[in-house]
């Protein structure tokens, strides 16, 4: 796929408002059910739009899972595996140029109306030129209708990817006619959004009852769902700071709260369920090669000894419930993972060994971060103390400058931190997205990584990149994050965890990396 370096600078100040809104106001009162089974899940708004074509917030995708549907999708929590949902089956060809998809057939949208082969089309096509935040999904890819049943989706180069972002919910499924009748277009001039913000215009099991981007949003229960009902009749989906989450689902305000952080879920009574499990966000340790930016980080045998004295035990004891080491750059879940096993190992001498053949003495480094961001409930500065305190018994003092969200975004994005703490969460659930770390590439730059400047692993990422099958894919990304961690300028540190707590009566959660949670796949005892 395309290098995305703007659209992925884009996703990335989304992901950080959402960990930095943990102030969100909102409601706390629970809404009354009208003659049905109501769940109420708090959490913290990041949202900007229910149309499925502009929507890729966390928040938003929540929305979109509901009321729209995909060709494809996923099984639970599994995204090791795309599985039909629209489409029965498909079919990659061998040089992985061309997915055929065939359509299930008795699919309606929520006014009873079939869901045909020219609303794929025109729904895909309507993301891909309409040049909104998720465009980049479908980017060099044509859509074509082959016959009443069957679509096509051709790239001009391999896209072995493709399956695994089909199921966003920024490619849900519109109701064409009714769309085209309120503004809809595939290109720039769209004005559908503020019907599609008000109206339901897809085929999945929720409508939108009422929608406001700062407070609430409520769903109802699709009356004409061809597929299995919901167990809840409405679903209220309210923006409440994380502290206030905590209270109203221990009092019974609340059946979920999604933004709890580690320390919070401690203790929580027994009558609650917890569900503690790494999130697909990897926070790293970038070291800059640019030599114009640093003389000290551009040293091969500088960036070892940062891998070897980094103390990961204590980042995770720091991170708290449900974390887990990062291995690598592609979090756990997704194909191509690194097995826990090959996690570095802190070697305090090691790591002084490698200071001493470095050549440099006694270096002072900048390490950058944004100070009032927050990460599934983890600050950046307790993890950049412990650092500091971690390579300071190696020999390298560590200068923490932390810096607003704003300012810290700009300096990493155009390469100017000689030292950086970030993370990446998955634009899709796909090992081909961490090809962004590779030198030439998004966040490659940002660490003043060159094209040219690692050709075994660029020609690594390169041959990963067109591998088809999911074992060999898996095996080729293995290759290319084990040569990252021996010679790049990245340092995987820890997935922090996702902690959600739900009432005993909800069941059926799964944390899913891109949607966070499927409402219509909850139960209720």
């Excluded at 959490?43 to 928040?59: I, V």
């Excluded at 895909?124 to 069957?150: N, Q």
């Excluded at 769902?225 to 700071?241: L, S």
């Excluded at 709890?260 to 800059?288: E, H, W, Y």
Aim: a negative charge; proline letters at 6%; glycine letters at 10%.
């Amino acid at each position: 796929m395309a290098t995305r370096s703007q659209t992925a600078a884009v996703l990335l100040a989304g992901a950080l408002a959402l960990a930095a809104c943990g102030s969100g106001g909102g409601t706390s009162q629970t809404p009354a059910a009208a003659g049905g089974k109501t769940l109420v899940i708090d959490t913290s708004f990041d949202l900007k739009t229910a149309d499925p074509g502009r929507t890729y917030e966390p928040t938003g995708l929540i929305i979109g899972k509901a009321v729209y549907e995909t060709l494809l999708t996923f099984d639970g929590a599994d995204v090791t595996k795309p599985v039909p949902a629209l489409a029965e089956s498909y079919e990659l060809s061998e040089d992985g140029k061309t997915l055929t998809l065939k359509l299930k057939q008795g699919a309606t949208f929520a006014d009873g109306s079939p869901l045909t082969a020219d609303d794929v089309v025109f729904s895909l096509t309507r993301v891909r030129d309409m040049k909104g935040t998720p465009s980049f999904l479908l980017d060099g890819v044509e859509v074509a209708k082959t016959d009443d049943s069957t679509i096509t989706l051709t790239s001009k180069t391999a896209n072995p990817a493709l399956p695994f972002i089909l199921p966003n919910p920024a490619l849900g499924i519109i109701n064409s006619k009714l769309a085209k009748q309120n503004g809809a277009t595939t290109d720039p001039q769209d004005k559908a959004e503020q019907y599609l913000n008000a109206s339901s215009a897809g085929s999945g099991p929720y409508q939108i009852e009422s929608f406001n981007v700062s407070s609430q949003v409520t769903l109802k229960a699709n009356p004409k769902y061809y597929g299995t009902k919901p167990a809840y009749d409405k679903v209220v989906i309210r923006n409440v700071e994380a502290a206030t989450q905590k209270l109203n689902v221990q009092r019974g305000d609340s059946q979920v709260a999604l933004n709890l952080s580690g320390d919070q879920v401690t203790g929580m009574p027994a009558t609650l369920q917890v569900k503690k499990t790494p999130s697909a966000n990897v926070i790293f340790l970038l070291a800059n090669q640019d030599s114009g930016i640093s003389r000290t980080t551009t040293n091969p045998k500088f960036v070892e000894a940062v891998r070897k004295g980094v103390d990961y035990a204590g980042l995770l004891e720091l991170a708290g419930e449900g974390s887990t080491q990062a291995p690598g750059v592609i979090p756990s879940q997704l194909l191509g993972a690194l097995p826990a096993d090959q996690g570095a190992k802190r070697d305090v001498e090691g790591a002084k060994a490698a200071l001493a053949a470095s050549g440099l003495s006694n270096p002072t480094v900048k390490l950058e971060y944004p100070s009032e961001l927050t990460v599934n409930g983890l600050s950046f500065q307790p993890l950049a103390e412990r650092i500091q305190a971690n390579l300071k018994e190696v020999g390298i003092t560590v200068d923490l400058q932390p810096a607003p969200v704003t300012t810290a975004l700009d300096n990493y994005r155009n390469g100017k931190e000689e030292m950086g703490l970030w993370y990446w969460g998955p634009d899709y659930p796909d090992p081909s997205d961490y090809l962004a770390f590779l030198p030439g590439k998004t966040v490659g730059l940002r660490a003043g990584w060159k094209k040219g400047a690692a050709k075994e692993i660029e020609a690594a990422g390169d041959k990963a990149a067109v591998t088809i099958g999911d074992e060999a894919r898996g095996a080729a990304y293995v290759d290319v994050q084990t040569k990252l961690n021996a010679s790049g300028p990245f340092v995987p540190l820890i997935q922090p965890g996702q902690n959600i707590v739900t009432a005993a009566s909800v069941t059926g959660l799964e944390y899913h990396p891109v949607w966070t949670v499927d409402v219509a796949d909850l139960g209720a005892k």
